[in-house]
Nanobody, 126 residues
Framework: VQLQASGGGLVQVGGSLRLSCAAS???????????MGWFRQAPGKEREFVAAIAWRGGYTNYADSVKGRFTVSRDNAKNAIYLQMTLLKPEDTAVYFC?????????????????WGRGTQVTVSS
């Protein structure tokens, strides 16, 4: 299963970035039918949940630290999900990963995800 996150980069505090996660190959069916999530891992820290969206897109789930600043969305026709990040803070600096859930929901527990993509680096400078 192939998932690839992109759109990361260097941005100043208060800036915005939009991450994308595209599926290819055998991942296409999974992305279209399963919940999808975003996680991140900062240097020296454990991976943490950021946001998730159910396969129908009507249910979303956010970590408290990003509520009101980040928005997760999906386009099943394009087999892709997105993470719009605004009002970025230095503590948002991390490698961001997208993942496909085992089911149709949008859980926060990383163990509920079966496929993980390569990450994209987000760096917020102060």
């Amino acid at each position: 299963v192939q998932l690839q996150a992109s759109g990361g980069g260097l941005v100043q505090v208060g800036g915005s970035l939009r991450l994308s996660c595209a599926a290819s190959g055998r991942a296409v069916r999974t992305v279209s039918n399963n919940g999808m999530g975003w996680f991140r891992q900062a240097p020296g820290k454990e991976r943490e949940f950021v946001a998730a969206i159910a396969w129908r897109g009507g249910y979303t789930n956010y970590a408290d630290s990003v509520k009101g600043r980040f928005t997760v969305s999906r386009d099943n026709a394009k087999n892709a999900i997105y993470l719009q990040m605004t009002l970025l803070k230095p503590e948002d600096t991390a490698v961001y990963f997208c993942a496909a859930a085992r089911g149709s929901g949008g859980p926060a527990n990383a163990e509920m995800y079966q496929y993980w993509g390569r990450g994209t680096q987000v760096t917020v400078s102060s």
